[in-house]
């Protein structure tokens, strides 16, 4: 192991730094809770891999990198950006974060419905703190995670969208959190993000992490997200980072009465990524569709981490997710479902299928069902292995070439994701992506 | 007239045991066979090596598909030649669309026959009238091959496949297996109304039932992977009265 108490205190020092620096004009309760989450990550330290929740993934990599924070975006980044950031509609609000400092020049802001708060963290803590006061760090815990903890001890920008009751934003919302990964620059971002929606509110969110360049950097992000009673929310995340970078994230989300939740995860970048997803279904009624796909080649390693919370009755929670791993790519799906005593009429549903293309690449899948209610309807199951051939089969029986019955069939583990998308624009773009990626293997490409 | 399908002492194996021994067949455009027998005979082990299936292996024996060597064709060529096989458990294929897939398949076929392939919307328009002409709806169009589907459900989706790709050689291997009367009866009605002058059937089964639908013009009976007796459509109604039994005494026809 490496020196822990060594890689503590790096981290501490960094802390020290920020807090003496533009941190310190914060109120006292944003202090409080920073300070509070250093202290919780210097007890907790990075997790080794003897511990259960990551057992197949080790973050010794991370921990080794002396990284530092980033001191904020320099140059004029317009032109760098405008690539990632094509096809974005115009009339979307968009908040556009460069290494986690929001650059209002990127973003736009078109006028919202009454009450509809889309801005940045720092200015909503500025501004108006009271409703984001309410929610920040009181659902994804600093107590449990040494990485939540981190993000929140740094916390000083993200993204903040609150839809009062009722309230309607018809065109996706844009987050991206952009990372320069500059040459020779080891740096970290905290992104952070916040979503409330109010009863009966519904949205669109897409929160994308990109890169400008090929560079070994780190973002720890972290997101909360609040779905009121009959609210309807579905989130895009879509992770392209940089072929050499670290990702660390949890999404944390809370579910009230009848409300719906939709959250679609792609992972296609980072050398090492690990997503550690949350849902309480809290009110009766709430439905959830954690529906997640990962392409991974080289030497990518992706880990999702999925608990779901039947905290209440009649609960929904249908989770998929699928994985295209080539070469020495590894991909580690863990799907803890929780039903609680009382949770009675729970339907849950999960499955994990890995297609392996390579003898070399590696999925590891592992159910967690804890059920403590005795009417509910739990299915699960896993797959991993390579293109079947008797599906082969079939397809050139029908008159299509080996290679084309290949690309069909290994598409499909992208299509079946993709058709969960409910939003037609958004889907037929990440189609395209992942089409896109798929089609770079053959020509040998390498770059995420 | 070159017959479309001719087949010559065909033996074949499957992990080194021999499962067709010398099998003689002849199919004329126009014409419709039904190839009868117990399980066990090596009835959809014919019609999977017609088909090109990688776990048999030809050991002895021709065959020729309109006067082509079949045998030497990959499975993809001899479908994109006309041959069609209606699968016994067709496979299903996660997130790929039936429309998806049947556009992609047909257009396989109509590039090799240097013909325009279709786009999206013409071949939806196609599709309608392929589903009118064999009187089904478009419920499971956009749904991905196979899966979920019940097997009587799978059955009709290997028909609809076979209206799309208008093959000139529709080998159906047990498509009437494991189907209730009325799905029976839509599924033989279909294939029914998709015979042509310039194609040939061959029904691969294990029951009469189908035969109520389709009329043969011969039946074969295959027994022990050799073809023991032929006829018109009257040997399957003796089957169906005097059973498979009785056929074993008989000699092997040449």
Not at chain 1, 44 to 61: H, I, L, N, Y
Request: hydrophobic share 40%; aromatic share 6%; glycine share 8%.
């Amino acid at each position: 192991m490496s020196g822990t108490a060594d890689v503590t205190d790096r981290y501490l020092a960094l802390y020290r730094a920020f807090a003496g620096n533009g941190a310190s004009r914060s109120p006292v309760w944003l202090r409080d809770m920073r300070e509070a989450a250093i202290d919780r990550f210097t007890e907790m330290g990075f997790p080794s891999t003897k511990q259960e929740d990551w057992r197949f993934t080790s973050v010794a990599p991370i921990a080794e990198a002396p990284f530092t924070l980033s001191a904020g975006p320099k140059g004029d980044l317009a032109s760098a950006t405008a690539a990632a950031l094509r096809g974005v509609a115009t009339n979307a609000a968009r908040l556009v974060f460069v290494d986690g400092t929001i650059a209002p020049q990127l973003s736009s802001l078109p006028s919202l419905p009454a009450g509809v708060r889309i801005e940045s963290l720092a200015a909503a803590l500025a501004r108006d703190p009271d409703l984001p006061r309410e929610h920040l760090a009181r659902h994804a815990s600093a107590e449990t995670s040494p990485f939540t903890a981190l993000n929140t001890a740094f916390l000083s920008d993200g993204a903040f969208i609150s839809l009062p009751a009722g309230a309607q934003v018809e065109a996706p919302i844009e987050l991206f959190y952009v990372a320069t990964g500059v040459e020779g620059e080891a740096t970290l971002s905290h992104p952070r993000t916040l979503i409330v929606l109010g009863r009966g509110a519904a949205a669109t969110v897409v929160e994308r992490y990109v890169a400008l360049r090929d560079g070994r950097y780190w973002t720890n992000a972290v997101a909360e997200v609040v779905v009121g009673e009959g609210a309807h929310l579905e989130v895009y995340r879509v992770q392209q980072e940089s072929r050499s970078a670290y990702q660390v994230a949890t999404t944390h989300a809370v579910q009230a009465r009848d409300s719906v939740l939709r959250l679609h995860a792609l992972a296609l970048g980072a050398s090492l990524s690990r997503h550690d997803m949350y849902a309480a279904l809290a009110g009766p009624g709430a439905d959830l569709v954690l529906n997640g796909f990962y392409l991974l080649r080289g030497h990518q390693h992706a880990d999702h981490h999925t608990i779901i919370d039947h905290v209440e009755p009649h609960c929904t929670s249908h989770e998929y997710f699928n994985g295209i791993l080539g070469e020495q790519a590894h991909g580690v799906f863990t799907g803890r479902i929780i039903v609680r005593e009382g949770a009675q009429r729970t339907d849950s549903k999960q499955t994990n299928n890995n297609l392996l293309l390579s003898a070399e690449a590696r999925a590891d899948s592992q159910p967690q069902l804890e059920i403590y209610a005795d009417d509910v309807k739990c299915t699960h199951g896993s797959t991993a292995g390579p293109l079947d051939e008797m599906a082969l089969h079939y397809l050139r029986s029908r008159g299509l070439s080996p290679d084309v019955a290949a690309g069909m069939l290994t598409y499909g583990f992208a299509a079946e994701i993709m058709g969960r998308m409910e939003h037609a624009g958004l889907r037929a773009e990440l189609d395209a992506l992942v089409r896109t990626r798929l089609a770079e293997r053959g020509g040998g490409g390498r770059r995420a | 007239m070159t017959p479309l399908l001719e087949i010559r002492n065909l033996h074949a194996t499957a992990d080194a045991r021999e499962i067709l021994r010398g099998i003689d067949l002849t199919v004329n455009a126009g014409e419709v066979h039904a190839i009868m027998g117990p399980n066990g005979s090596g009835k959809s082990t014919l019609a999977q090596v017609l088909a090109g299936h990688p776990s048999f292996t030809v050991t002895e024996g021709t065959a020729r598909f309109a006067g082509q060597d079949l045998l030497a064709l990959k499975p993809e060529e001899r479908a994109r030649e006309g041959l069609f096989l209606a699968f016994q458990y067709p496979v299903s294929v996660r997130g790929i669309t039936n429309a998806y897939f049947l556009r992609a398949a047909l257009n396989a076929v109509r590039k090799h026959r240097g013909e325009p392939e279709f786009g999206p919307v013409e071949f939806m328009d196609l599709l309608d009238a392929k589903l009118k002409a064999i009187g089904w709806d478009d419920t499971f169009l956009e749904r991905p091959v196979n899966e979920g589907l019940s097997g009587g459900e799978k059955k009709r989706n290997e028909i609809l496949q076979l209206a799309v790709l208008e093959p000139r050689l529709a080998i159906l291997d047990e498509t009437d297996s494991g189907l209730d009367i009325d799905a029976l009866k839509t599924v033989a009605q279909a294939v029914d109304r998709l015979r042509r002058p310039d194609a040939a059937t061959v029904i691969v089964t294990h029951y009469y039932r189908i035969l109520t639908h389709i009329e043969p013009d011969v039946v074969h009976v295959l027994s022990g992977g050799r073809i023991v007796k032929s006829g018109g459509k009257e040997l399957a109604l003796e089957l169906e009265e005097k059973g498979y039994e009785w056929t074993r005494d008989e000699a092997p026809v040449a």
